[in-house]
Nanobody, 115 residues
């Protein structure tokens, strides 16, 4: 079974930084493009960033461009999201998923940006 577990969230002040990680298992991680998505309270799911299978191509939502960086370590079956200059509107539960199947997202991690 596909398992994707995100962790690394927490409470951070505006302007702060966090690094999220996602541990993948149950599929051949290196063969899949991966994505980070988030869901804020009362809002729809938003795709934040995508990375191709090799890690050489990335894309970002306009709302996070220039502040977030997606990366991956295929040897460790791990996906990362480095988040800088965090804003209160970044508050959400963050999930990782296969880019081709957002339903594959597993347990998310809560990021709260507040002073």
């Amino acid at each position: 079974d596909v398992q994707l577990q995100a962790f690394g969230g927490g409470l951070v002040q505006p302007g702060g930084s966090l690094r999220l990680s996602c541990a993948a298992s149950g599929f051949t991680f290196r063969n899949y493009a991966m994505t980070w998505v988030r869901q804020a309270p009362g809002k729809v799911l938003e795709q934040v960033s995508v990375i191709n299978s090799g890690g050489g191509s990335t894309s970002y939502a306009d709302s996070v461009k220039g502040r977030f960086t997606i990366s991956r370590d295929n040897a460790k079956n791990t996906l990362y999201l480095h988040m800088n200059s965090l804003k209160p509107e970044d508050t959400a539960v963050y999930y990782c998923a296969k880019a081709s199947d957002l339903g594959s997202r597993g347990q998310g991690t809560l990021v709260t940006v507040s002073s």
